[in-house]
Nanobody
Framework: QVQLVESGGGLVQAGGSLRLSCVVS????????VGWYRQAPGKQRDLVAT???????NYADSVKGRFTISRDNAKNTVYLQMNSLKPEDTAVYFC?????????????WGQGTQVTVSS
């Protein structure tokens, strides 16, 4: 099992910044990637950014140049630095871990953290 705990959400004005943290614990040795997703009210959950064990990074087009995903292996923590925030970035942000074990793929989710950007 893998446990994910997010923190760092809050209310910020447009143009401001926030940094989200995701602490990963449990059976982490076979995790392939950790990512951030977001879900606005009435909308589907969408990819924001991912980082693989090998360091490959992927961003949604809507956040490229504004958001940065990074990790601190010593702290088992993945970060999402969000700059130049826009009202449309308002959503619940979820941390996700993708793990492969014995030929199976497992997905784990955190509880989510609310980000609200006011105009």
């Amino acid at each position: 099992q893998v446990q994910l705990v997010e923190s760092g959400g809050g209310l910020v004005q447009a143009g401001g910044s926030l940094r989200l943290s995701c602490v990963v614990s449990g059976t982490i040795f076979s995790i392939n990637a950790v990512g951030w997703y977001r879900q606005a009210p009435g909308k589907q959950r969408d990819l924001v950014a991912t980082i693989t064990g090998g360091g490959s990074i992927n961003y949604a087009d809507s956040v490229k140049g504004r958001f940065t995903i990074s990790r601190d292996n010593a702290k088992n923590t993945v970060y999402l630095q969000m700059n130049s925030l826009k009202p449309e970035d308002t959503a619940v942000y979820f941390c996700n871990a993708e793990r492969y074990y014995a030929g199976n793929k497992y997905n784990y989710w955190g509880q989510g953290t609310q980000v609200t950007v006011s105009s």
